[in-house]
């Protein structure tokens, strides 16, 4: 027995030693992983000039060489008592307001249109969304011939061959007319992104909802008010916040159609940056009139977000 005890040990003892387990590599990297590339040109180009020339605000920069003197917040008091600005800033605001409430009417009445169950929907749907794919700077020529003030030419020859000579207007060289005008070339373009937006929200409203309140005896416009209006609440908020910047920061279409003129009739923060930058080479001020625009464009947005999710939760 000890004999057979000693062969045993010896024979372990022999025996090839046990390789260590390889450690298992996971499958799958970290997801944020993926956005670094993203994130690291998305800091080279936007962050970092952005960030950088925030410092021009403060300077009297003329965009060229390095000659530059630090000025505190002139260019800001300036900003405040500049009639060219301050005009920007109205009209800024009344493009804004016609964009958000026209533009998104439009879109809803276009998108409950285009929601029914008539043949041509889909044909429809897209005729209205064409405009869209279209680039803004072409969208803006083309209208820019529709307002031509010949007697013979554009909107106005089509007024006079329908008796209302009379109306016939210098569209965009009128003060009075050419914000209107340029506003509705914009609403033009957009009203069918608002549709598909609704039309996204209109599809995720229950068709029993309809059904049972048809059945209570509930019309069209009560259907409406109590079912539809409320369960579009996150429709209205992407739309509306979407044209609110769109107005805000308006810049191709008023360059294309008019420059800002007559005069400064529709000159808007956008217009008034790139004048002061590229036209008057006055980079510091335009730094200004920029970061006061992306502030302002800022606290709207906030405060437009605190009030429509308060909307969406109590709909």
Sequence with gaps: MTVLKEAAASSASRAAPVAPRRRRRSGTAPPWLFAVPAVA????????????????????????????????????????????????LRNTLLLTVAIVFVQNGIGLLLALGVHTAIKSRMTLRAVFFAPVVVSPVMVAFLWKYVYNPAPDAGLNALLGSIGLGGLRQDWLGNPDLALWSTAFTVIWQCAGYSMVIFLAGLE?????????????????????????WPLLAPAVTINVMLSTVGGLTLFSQILAMTGGGPGYATDTLSTVLYKQAFVYGRFGYSTAVALVLALFVAAVSFVQIAYLRSRETTS
């Design 204 to 228: 995720g409203v229950p068709k029993e909802l309809h059904e049972a309140a048809m059945v209570d005896g509930a019309g069209s416009l009560g259907r409406f008010r109590y079912i539809t």
């Design 41 to 88: 040109v998305y800091a080279l180009v936007v962050l970092y000039p952005s960030l950088a020339g925030v410092g021009s605000a403060f300077t009297d920069w003329s965009g060229v060489g390095e000659d530059r003197s630090f000025i505190g917040l002139a260019n800001f008091r300036e900003l405040l008592h500049d009639e060219q600005a301050l005009g920007s």
